[in-house]
């Protein structure tokens, strides 16, 4: 048997203590405070949001923490705990489009669009550590965006947007800014609602055609479940240009169809047999039976039959797999070997084409199952996996 390790998440303290050892360690002093914003997964509703559809996201337990402080004048300085050694130093100004890259956009990038939204942001010092795994499509982007704004809000803001859903709804809207505009990331704003409009315990319904949001309750403990997180660490090297042609093909799909949006459909199977083109009918098939599942897994979560969402999250994997097109070996036999380890239901997360998976498995069978998925990836000579165990979170804010 491997020896693997579900990767923990930090409380309170310990992120604190992480994020203001390294404030120390630069900077020297004390932070003004330090404010958290956690990872997500999303439950089901996958390339539904350019499509008018629904998400179910909800907060990981997983958070980046970031020390903070106020300065007098207009100069930034950044540091991570990702990159040791001197922190990088500019202005606001270098924070805008087409200045900023790299891991400095997703920090700093959020000020620079508070400031140009009006906002009374100066210079500040920040040291960030995180437990939520990069590049792994938990949304760690979204978690570093939304922990810097919270605390730029607070400390010249008078937290004011913090305060409640309306202020977190634009705060949110910024770090999309920041990560389209200045780190040049084309997301949607699933992952920055995630980490700010969430409540802990509860799911967060995002309907996309609106922009609506609903609190759905997901209590996993008194289900007897819990949510295993595969880190598969494949490289997805192909994404962006697929992302694109996705959503190309589902554009073009409702302009045949003289809808807005796919899912503004009224009869899918009437659709389904007005389309033509092959590519499109696979693409549109997989929006309209996502939507649907969503649509039966919000039933049973309200119904407090947890237990009984394993098909439909098997059915959106196949969908995603076979008609999407958005899978990879990885995943793949992630989600398989999850299932023959007798997971209720098992599928990829996010955009795809590697990323994380994740599997709905009796709690207590975390380890074992997380045991056959690190055997089937040795199996078969890919990267070991990591691993989270994910429970519906609080979201972001200040914790010190
Ligand atoms: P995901 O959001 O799924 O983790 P992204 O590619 O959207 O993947 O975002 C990852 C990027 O965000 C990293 O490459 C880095 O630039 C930035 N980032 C996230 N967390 C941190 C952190 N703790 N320290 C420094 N940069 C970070
Ligand atoms: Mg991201």
Do not use: K
């Amino acid at each position: 048997s491997n020896h693997l390790s579900l990767l923990p998440a930090w409380d309170d303290a310990e992120g604190v203590r992480r994020a203001s050892e390294l404030f120390l360690a630069t900077y020297g002093g004390r932070p003004d405070g330090v404010w958290a914003a956690p990872g997500r997964v999303n439950l089901i509703g996958e390339h539904l949001d350019y499509n008018g559809g629904f998400s179910l996201p909800f907060a990981l337990p997983h958070r980046t923490f970031v020390a903070l402080a106020r300065r007098d004048d207009e100069f930034v300085r950044l540091v991570s705990d990702l990159g040791a050694g001197e922190p990088w130093t500019g202005s606001l100004d270098d924070l805008g489009p087409g200045r900023a890259a790299g891991w400095i956009a997703y920090a700093g990038g959020p000020a620079w669009v508070l400031r140009d939204e009006g906002l009374p942001v100066g210079g500040f010092d920040a040291a960030i550590a995180s437990c939520v795994p990069l590049g792994a499509g938990l949304s760690s982007s979204a978690a570093l965006e939304t922990a810097v704004a919270l605390a730029l809000d607070e400390l010249f803001h008078d937290g004011t947007l913090g305060a409640d859903d309306a202020g977190r709804t634009r705060l949110a809207a910024a770090c999309v800014r920041a990560e389209n505009e200045v780190a040049g990331a084309a997301t949607g704003g699933m992952d920055q609602a995630a980490a700010l409009r969430t409540t802990a315990g509860h799911a967060l319904l995002i309907d996309s055609h609106d922009a609506s949001v609903r609190q759905v309750p997901l209590d996993l403990d008194a289900a007897g479940l819990a949510v295993l997180v595969i880190d598969t660490r494949a490289p997805h090297a192909l994404a962006d240009g697929q992302y694109a042609s996705r959503r190309a093909a589902c554009e073009r799909a409702a302009a045949r169809l003289a809808v807005p949006t796919l899912c503004a459909v009224a009869d899918p199977e009437a659709a389904l047999a007005r389309l033509d083109d092959p590519e499109e009918v696979r693409r549109a098939r997989h929006v309209f039976t996502e939507q649907e599942r969503v649509r039966r897994v919000i039933d049973l979560v309200s119904a407090s039959r947890l237990s009984e969402i394993g098909p439909d999250l098997d059915g959106s994997h196949a969908s995603l797999a076979g008609d999407y097109e958005v899978s990879c070996r990885e995943l793949d036999v992630a989600v398989s070997a999850a299932r023959d380890a007798g997971a209720r239901g098992a599928r990829m997360t996010g955009g795809g084409f590697g990323g994380s998976a994740i599997a709905l498995v009796e709690r207590g069978a975390e380890s074992r199952v997380a045991d056959a998925v690190a055997s089937a990836f040795a199996e078969h000579g890919f990267t070991p996996p990591a691993f989270l165990v994910a429970r519906a979170s609080a979201p972001g804010g200040r914790v010190a």
